[in-house]
């Protein structure tokens, strides 16, 4: 609105009432303008602490899944090693466990920028724990 504004001496009008009023509602819409842009700004600083919550939640469900993931693989060392008839249900686990390290590093390099990210975080999870529910 600001560079649309001519002021009404240059336009050659006379100093009045008229010329005055015009003034008044430049002076107005610049407030309004102004108010607006300080709303948007607020709005995306809302927005962005939205994001760093999301991210912080997304890294939270990573350390969990983490977490369980070397849980799993002490527990099957300490229980199936040694027996050989489980040898090849330990492999699989092992198996299973360094495709979740590498999904794990995997989500550990990509920003923290979209809800995809997040979902695609929810489905490597749902998948690893389907895959562990449902072997092959």
Known sequence: MAENFTHPLRRGEKIGT???????????????????L???QEAEHDECLMWENTAHAAEAERDALQARVEEAERNLETHLLGYSPYRAELDRYKALAE??????????DCPWTSFAF???????????????????
């Open 18 to 36: 008229t010329a005055t009023d015009r003034l008044r509602a430049s002076v107005d819409n610049l407030r309004n303008e102004n108010a607006r």
């Open 38 to 40: 300080r709303a948007a």
């Open 99 to 108: 495709r979740r390290k590498k999904a794990l590093e995997e989500i550990r």
């Open 118 to 136: 997040v979902n695609e975080i929810r489905r490597i999870a749902r998948a690893a724990i389907e895959e562990e529910v449902h072997p092959e």
